[in-house]
């Protein structure tokens, strides 16, 4: 696995671990599932179906986390990162457009472990994740935090943040895993070095809470509306009069994103087009 070097964790009797606040998280590689699993304590097994039914559940997917209630450890996690993609594409009326996914197998390791560490970081706060919509993005704010520690830099992040708008323009089912309203604020709101000032996810997410601001299910359910109306497949002519009332919000989000793989004069002038431009600045990275 070549992720375990980066990610430092720790070798017991030949299979990985990582810290998740005051627990550990078992790491299985997809093609040895039965006998890592054989390595957690019995009271935590027995949480858990057998191996040939977490296979048939991982399916294509190239990595699965399955959190457990137990004292000592706080999940497993399954990788099979051969299945992971190295582009993200998009065809609309504009046009077609690729972004490069880079380091994938860190991202996607780092995402899968924001969901143990959200459900320990809500905890330490008295709190409960009440939606998948929330356990993504708090995932994915996580994997903010590590990517400036990791990377001295949040590059990474802003290719979280555009993958998952390209998500959504391909495919609307993506909408539960839209996590850039939240990634906006932090990368607007942190800069690197600041994001590394705090020693923990959860010291991180203290400080966040009380300055975030979630769009409710009604948003939600809005701006799906409006990016299937405006990218789905047929969809030739701009809507200037359709839920007018989000576009501006809407073309905030996405003009980073359509500024990096359309160009930003093209993507401007598609914004203005669409009746999308943001009301607000654009937004940009902390340095």
Known sequence: MAIALAAGLLLSSGFLWEDIATQKALICERDTLATCLEVLPESARVQLPNSQLLQLSMGARAAMV???????????????????????????????????????????YWHE??????????????????STYQHE??????????????????????QQYHRRNIDVIANTEFMSHWSV???????????????????????????????????????????????????????????PGYMYWRKPDLGRYLEPTLIKIMGQSSAKRWLAEQSMQPETPSIAPRL
């Open 113 to 130: 472990l924001g969901h143990l560490e959200a459900i320990a970081a809500m905890q330490s706060l008295n709190l409960e994740i009440n």
């Open 181 to 239: 309203p939240i990634l906006a604020q932090a990368l607007q709101r942190y800069s690197v070095k600041q994001l590394q000032s705090f020693d923990s996810f959860n010291a991180f997410l203290t400080d966040f809470w009380p300055l975030l601001t979630v769009p409710n299910d009604d948003s939600i359910a809005e701006f799906s509306s409006l990016i299937q109306r405006t990218f789905g497949a047929g969809t030739v002519q701009p809507l």
């Open 66 to 108: 399955l959190p457990l209630l137990h004292r000592e450890i706080a999940g497993v996690l399954v990788t099979d990162f051969d299945k992971l993609p190295h582009k993200r594409s998009v065809n609309w009326g504009a046009g077609h457009y690729s972004l490069a996914l880079n380091r994938q197998d860190e991202l996607t």
């Open 137 to 158: 993005w708090l995932s994915d704010l996580y994997l903010v935090w590590r990517v400036a520690n990791e990377t001295n830099s949040v590059n990474l992040a802003w």
